[in-house]
């Protein structure tokens, strides 16, 4: 008796192993996995975006040093950082396109004002030749073409995700166990090149 529940007992544990197994190779975890990926990609532009936020007020104080009198332009940097810097959209809010949306045109506003600056500094050949103000502009570079890289790998796994909900058999999953995970919004060009970091670098 004890042998023959035992042997029911080891055939349900396969039968659960099999179908587990049947069910991982047809790509049931497939949804949640590309969703992380799409919310950690997002965390990498979040990431890059503060950087820079967090290397303009120092920018700011070397060029006020070297053309305190371009007042209008410095503080049309400094409004676009806070207003940049006060909408906050983490993982969380991914599915609110609105918010996205105003994320992305509050960041491009920024970057406009910043591309502002820059074209002013280029009048004050002591500031370009100040080593401080060389080495700002340099991280500003690097980081801009970081926020490029880092919005085209959210865009990509963005774009994998929401293929893998709308596509069999992604979809039949996504209709019977993952409904609540919606399709992403994802970053909008605004501009003919708006695949390319903006141009801070001096010629």
């Known amino acids: ?69 371009e007042q209008d332009t410095l503080t049309a940097v400094i409004e676009a950082r806070a207003k940049a810097t006060s909408i906050q959209v983490d993982a969380s809010t991914l599915d609110n396109p609105e918010k996205l949306k105003q994320f992305q045109q509050a960041q491009d506003g920024l970057s406009g004002a910043l591309s502002r600056l820059m074209v002013v500094s280029e009048r004050y050949p002591d500031l370009k030749a100040n080593q401080n103000f060389l080495a700002l502009q340099s991280q500003l570079e690097g980081t801009e073409n970081r926020i490029a890289v880092a919005r085209r790998d959210f865009i990509q796994a963005v774009q994998t995700y929401n293929t893998e909900i709308r596509t069999f058999p992604g979809r039949l999953w996504h209709s019977v166990m993952y409904s609540d995970l919606p399709i992403r919004a994802t970053f909008e060009a605004t501009s003919a090149d708006a695949d390319k970091a903006p141009q801070v670098k001096f010629k």
């Not at 799409?38 to 890059?48: D, T």
């Open 1 to 69: 008796m004890q042998a023959a529940q035992g042997y029911r007992w080891g055939l349900k544990a396969a039968a659960l192993l099999l179908i587990s197994s049947v069910l991982s190779g047809c790509g049931i975890n497939n949804i949640p996995t590309l969703d992380e990926q799409a919310k950690a990609a997002w965390g990498q532009v979040q990431n890059q975006y503060q950087r820079r936020a967090d290397l303009i007020p120092n920018l700011v104080e070397v060029v006020k040093g070297y053309a305190a009198h």
